[in-house]
């Protein structure tokens, strides 16, 4: 369904009539093609029917599949206030959000003093809201935060420009995400390969907002940067955090499972996104298991990659990396219950199944999010000061793993 508007007090009416509208502009008129004048057909005349065939390309070498990962481990930022999303300039510098409220910009080896910007967010230990998502792309950056509404908590997506290491600007995308109390709230954001500004959203820890195709809870949601065109791009999801997509294009999802909702516990799943508004399931399934949720009209749900059965994950960020430019890039997951970096071995045959997932880091604590960075390194960020943990002197930390 596609929207044409994002204004926060149209988007339940915009969303219902997204479905009968099926598009919101008319394609440009007509080209009429010049008449060809006798110089241009002479002109045309004199060209080669056809050209030269060039000679046949040398087929890319096949890639290898992931094996062992080894790596250096080093701390390039500590001390910081609860990382939630890291992100990569151009220039190689490396952004990131603290949920308080705060864009952080780390280049050239260390941490920038001053804040490149500080929002005004609703962030609260232990709770789920502030500033959360981030992403840069074309000279802006675009973020997602909790702010205090005229009736409530609710979420916000809005673009900044950026100026040097600062933020300035703010141009509000799409406001009135419903937010929960204090759980629930997604918040991952990233541009997609096709350009557009994907964003996921929690259900606020009411689940059946996510068996409504017409509540922005519980989705994985797009748009045109310019906040028009807005889509359910998936839905059926109790809080996902991390996006990712392979070098293919498809899409994959972290989402966290019940922790004592509808009775059930754990079940935290890793999706994918092969076909646009697919159901995940949520509440009526918690990964494998068929839950007691009664509610009619429900598509079949898309089952996941990889779940956690009754072991907690709590993933959160995404990443493919490749610990070499030989081997297939592997799904790596953040995780925050777990205190986990996990790998995941996707099957080139079928997208839709890993073949293999192992644990390549532990005893770092919480982990919050993971991305690649373009001097070949996985670069992941903890979370031990969020309320929920017993965090160390140094922390929070951002660690680099340096394949060897």
């Not at 890639?63 to 190689?92: H, I, N």
């Not at 068996?211 to 109790?238: C, H, I, Q, Y």
Request: glycine share 12%; proline share 9%.
């Amino acid at each position: 369904m596609l929207i044409c508007s994002a204004g926060a007090r149209r988007l339940g009416l915009l969303l219902g009539a997204a479905l009968l509208a099926g598009a919101c502009a008319s394609p440009p008129a007509g080209h009429r093609q010049p008449r060809a004048t006798p110089s241009a057909v002479a002109a045309t005349a004199a060209v080669p029917a056809s050209p030269p065939t060039p000679p046949p390309a040398t087929p890319a070498p096949a890639l290898s599949d992931p094996g062992p990962f080894s790596y250096d481990l080093s701390t390039v930022a500590s001390g910081l206030k609860v990382p939630w999303a890291l992100a990569f300039a151009p220039d190689g510098g490396l952004w990131f959000t603290e949920r308080g409220g705060q864009v952080r910009v780390f280049r050239n080896g260390s941490l920038i003093p001053a804040p490149a910007l500080t929002l005004s967010v609703v962030s609260r230990p232990g709770c789920e809201g502030g500033l959360l998502g981030l992403d840069l792309r074309g000279g802006a950056a675009y973020l997602y935060y909790t702010r205090q509404g005229g009736t409530g908590l609710a979420n916000r997506v809005s673009r900044f420009t950026v100026s040097g290491d600062r933020l300035v600007d703010e141009r509000v995308l799409l406001d009135g995400i419903p937010a929960g109390d204090c759980y629930h709230d997604g918040g991952r954001l990233k541009v997609g390969p096709d350009g557009l500004l994907y964003f996921t959203t929690g259900e606020g820890y009411v689940a059946a907002r996510a068996t409504d195709p017409g509540n922005l809870s519980g989705k994985v949601m797009r748009m045109n940067v310019d906040g028009s065109g807005l889509e359910m791009f998936a839905w059926g999801f109790r809080n996902p955090q991390g996006l990712a997509w392979d070098p293919a294009g498809r899409l994959y999802v972290s989402n966290n499972g019940p922790t004592g909702d509808l009775g059930l516990c754990c079940h935290d799943e890793v999706d994918a996104v092969l076909q646009a508004r697919s159901f995940f399931g949520w509440p009526a399934w918690a990964g494998t298991v068929r839950t007691g949720f009664v509610a009619g009209g429900l598509p079949d749900r898309v089952p996941p990659v990889a779940e956690s059965g009754t072991a907690t994950w709590a993933p959160s960020g995404l990443a493919f990396f490749a610990a070499s430019r030989s081997e297939r890039p592997a799904l790596f997951m953040a995780e925050l219950r777990g205190e986990a970096l996990r790998r995941l071995v996707i099957n080139p045959a079928d997208p839709s199944r890993a073949v293999r997932e192992e644990v390549v880091l532990q005893s770092q604590g919480r982990l919050r999010d993971a991305a690649a960075g373009p001097d070949g390194c996985l670069y992941v960020a903890t979370s031990d000061r969020d309320g929920r943990s017993s965090p160390r002197p140094d922390d929070d930390r951002i660690l680099k793993l340096c394949p060897r």
